[in-house]
């Protein structure tokens, strides 16, 4: 491969002014669009020796066959401009947004003659008004139920609007009183759009102005003894309570903020935005992004807010997001403008924002669990995957059975490894194993001595396998008095192995298939840091397409395992220590597990004085000094 690309523009050709750069591939389709505030110094990066790019943007500047750009006057028009081409031409580069489902929206039909509340889920109505999103349908008609109790605006459709100011009789929902509109014949347009202004700022969160004014206005009433006004009054207030109640108070009441959760890992992310007026979360939406080359967090936010406030109408005047972008600056500029206000962003750090933020967070985490659990879980998906794991490792058949392998140690010590096993994409968790590694040099040397032990049982099925007691495999079972037994889960041999790490690890697995004499198994590693696949022999990863599925199996399978290896370590770590403190004589379980837990670790008890052993729950001191004692032996 060459390391200098041939469309590279001259060092002088490049300004150095702010601008946006787009890169085509040979047929003219944009692949990727990005900004920058210097223009040369940001595309330098790009056409640096392709040896030291990051593996997915050297994809993309390989796929490419030219670069463009265009110069403008400052950094917040770079912003628009960016948004803009990324909106037009949608490059397969650059992050895709996937909304988990079309959320059901609040909307005040603005530019009609008598605006009405409706529930939509079109985000493109004239002169609309929006609130939300709302999680469900329910919620948006049991808030519009109780707010049109307080503020009886329009709910009726245009065509019954029509007929009832063209015969002036009532609307049907005028009749029964659902219906506060012109068409009702109880107000007049000018009253009505009165009262849908007030509807309009009560849910943009002017709740406290509602409240004192109209608990004002019901005293008043009540000490004039004009008691149905009062009842009116206290109605209302009643409805806008229950409206309130709805939501907890989460920020001071007069704030007004969006807050953005974000949990992201290599290939995808996921975007909680808790949408907060006068103090109370009005809705929340849940986005998908799936990373096409690598993104900071910083960048990955910036991006997130100009997809969320594009083309809004609601932008707040605070954005709490986990990691300013570099161009914050720039991003308040842009969002003030449209806000025709200061717009501030920050970072949540403490109090009831640090609270809300951790919250958002937790939801965006699982919402990436789900996602990526739902992509390898469908039938459909799991066979496009095996498909293309197939055609991007060369394989004769799809790789119905994996087994992925992950090395676990602590320092040096404790080594052990895992091994899961996935049929047909999916996990086969009753053929787990763990092995433990008494003495190794490298990790390197710890897969090619578990590779062997494992690829050993594939030559001697007529062998009975040994169950390592932490997991929970089984290959007996009692048949009458006589037991049966089934062909050891070892014996099976896979279509291909998969080892966490990158070119040394495969080799090694790759050694230990040539020793073993089973070179028909396939084999190759995902290295954790760039998501890049390593097959033997092979100076250069593949590359799958970030929104691959069979990317999203291998980083599944490798997550898994890992996840399995720590936790069978810690299990070890944890027997043994009780087993060495079982040895001292009037230590039992309870007692074990009482220091362990008042201590928090083993080299904190290891350190402990015999004194400070003595402070916890029934250990005295004869007791206390033993275990000191033997703890310091051992």
């Known amino acids: 491969m060459a390391d200098v690309l041939p469309y590279k523009p001259r060092t002088g050709e490049i300004p150095t002014d702010p601008g946006v750069y787009r890169f085509r591939d040979a047929s003219g389709r944009v692949l990727y669009v990005g900004k920058a ?48 081409w990324i909106k037009e031409f949608d490059p397969p580069f650059n992050v895709r947004y996937k909304d988990d489902k079309s959320y059901p929206f609040m909307a005040v039909t603005l530019a009609d003659e008598a605006p009405r509340v409706i529930v939509t889920r079109n985000r493109k109505i004239p002169g609309a008004r929006y609130f939300g999103p709302f999680p469900k349908v329910w919620a948006v008609h049991e808030t519009i139920d109780l707010m049109i109790k307080a503020f009886p605006i329009r709910t009726c459709s245009d065509s019954s609007y029509k007929r009832a100011m063209q015969t002036g009789r009532p609307c049907f929902p005028g009749q029964i009183g659902k219906c506060g509109g012109p068409c009702s014949m109880t107000v007049s347009i000018e009253e009505h759009r009165a009262m849908v202004d007030d509807f309009v700022a009560f849910m943009a969160g002017g709740d406290e102005r509602f409240t004192r004014e109209l608990t004002k206005r019901m005293l008043a009433a009540s000490a004039a003894m004009d008691y149905e006004a009062a009842a009116k009054y206290r109605d209302k207030l009643s ?28 290939l995808a992310a996921a975007v909680q935005h808790f949408v907060i007026r006068g103090g109370r979360v009005r809705g929340v939406r849940a986005l998908t992004i799936e990373k096409e080359i690598d993104i900071s967090s910083g960048d990955l936010v910036e991006q997130v807010l100009q997809q969320a406030y594009g083309e809004a109408q609601d932008v707040p005047r605070r954005i709490l997001v986990p990691t300013l972008p570099d161009d914050a600056a720039e991003l308040e500029v842009w969002l003030r403008e449209r806000r025709g206000k200061k717009v501030e962003i920050a970072v949540a750090q403490r ?24 992509r390898t879980s469908d039938y459909v998906a799991r066979t496009q995957a095996l498909t293309d794991l197939q055609e991007a490792l060369g394989m004769s058949e799809a790789p119905l059975r994996i087994e992925c392998f992950d090395i676990s140690h602590l320092g040096g010590t404790n080594v052990v490894a895992s091994m899961v096993v996935f049929e047909d994409g999916l996990p086969r968790k009753d053929q787990y194993r763990s092995f433990n590694i008494a003495e190794t040099t490298d990790d390197t040397d710890s897969m090619y001595q578990v590779l062997r032990r494992r690829l050993a049982y594939l030559d001697r099925p007529e062998e009975p396998e040994v169950i390592d007691p932490t997991t929970d495999g089984v290959v007996a079972e009692d048949v009458g008095e006589v037991t049966a037994r089934r062909k050891p889960r070892f014996a099976y041999p896979p279509q291909l192995l998969l080892v966490d790490g990158g070119q040394p690890q495969v080799e090694a697995a790759a050694r230990a298939l040539r020793d073993a004499g ?9 290295a954790k840091r760039l998501e890049e696949v390593w097959l033997p022999g092979d100076d250069f990863p593949v590359i799958l397409p970030r929104t691959s599925e069979a990317l999203y199996l291998l980083q599944r399978l490798r997550d898994e395992a890992h996840r399995f290896a720590i936790t069978h370590q810690r299990k070890r770590r944890r027997n043994d220590i009780s087993s060495v403190l079982a040895e001292v004589p009037g230590l039992g379980a309870s007692r074990i597990k009482v220091l362990l837990k008042h201590f928090g670790s083993v080299t904190a008890l290891r350190a402990a004085e015999p004194g400070q052993i003595e402070e916890v729950q029934g250990i005295g001191p004869v007791l206390a000094q033993n275990i000191h004692s033997h703890l310091s032996t051992r």
């Not at 940001?42 to 030291?52: G, H, M, Q, V």
């Not at 933020?357 to 669990?369: E, F």
């Open 518 to 526: 089973h070179t028909e198994i396939a084999v190759c590693g995902i």
């Open 239 to 266: 409805a806008i309570e229950a409206v309130l109640g709805k939501s907890a108070l989460v920020l001071p009441s007069d704030e007004d903020a969006d807050l953005f959760g974000i949990a992201e890992d290599e």
């Open 37 to 84: 505030k210097n223009l040369r110094q940001r595309l330098s990066n790009y056409f640096a020796p392709l040896r030291t790019l990051h593996e997915r943007t050297r994809r993309m500047v390989t796929t490419a066959a030219s670069v463009e750009w265009t110069v403008v006057p400052t950094d917040v028009d770079s912003l628009q401009l960016e948004y803009m």
């Open 351 to 374: 109090g009831q924002r640090a609270d809300l933020m951790r919250t958002a967070t937790l939801n965006a985490q699982q919402a990436l669990i789900r996602y990526k659990t739902r």
